[in-house]
């Protein structure tokens, strides 16, 4: 089992930045990436952005050159470094981990983020 804690959201306006950290607990040496998804009111959970272990990295296209994901070594902790904020960005951010060979997949209870034009 992997445990995982979100922070780091708030109220921001446009054009400003947060950055959200994922502090993992249990079984985490069989992580294997970790990553970012959003969900909107009315719309479905969507990619952020996504790292491996081995430190690959995936965006999607509507965060590319705004966003930045990174991890600690020990694949405990993942960031998301959000930049130059739009009010579309506004969701409810969840932490995601996929763990063994089975890739299961663990979240995070969400913290909201807030973009005000």
């Known amino acids: 089992q992997v445990q995982l804690v979100e922070s780091g959201g708030g109220l921001v306006q446009a054009g400003g930045s947060l950055r959200l950290s994922c502090a993992a607990s249990?079984?985490?040496?069989?992580?294997?990436?970790m990553g970012w998804y959003r969900q909107a009111p009315g719309k479905q959970r969507e990619l952020v952005a996504t790292?491996?272990?081995?430190?690959?990295?995936n965006y999607a296209d509507s965060v590319k050159g705004r966003f930045t994901i990174s991890r600690a070594t020990a694949m405990n902790t993942v960031y998301l470094q959000m930049s130059s904020l739009k009010s579309e960005d506004t969701a409810v951010y969840y932490c995601?981990?996929?763990?063994?060979?089975?890739?299961?997949?663990?979240w995070g209870q969400g913290t909201q983020v807030t973009v005000s034009s």
């Open positions: 790292i491996t272990r081995g430190g690959q990295t």
């Open positions: 249990g079984n985490i040496l069989s992580i294997k990436a």
């Open positions: 995601n981990a996929v763990r063994g060979i089975v890739k299961d997949n663990y």
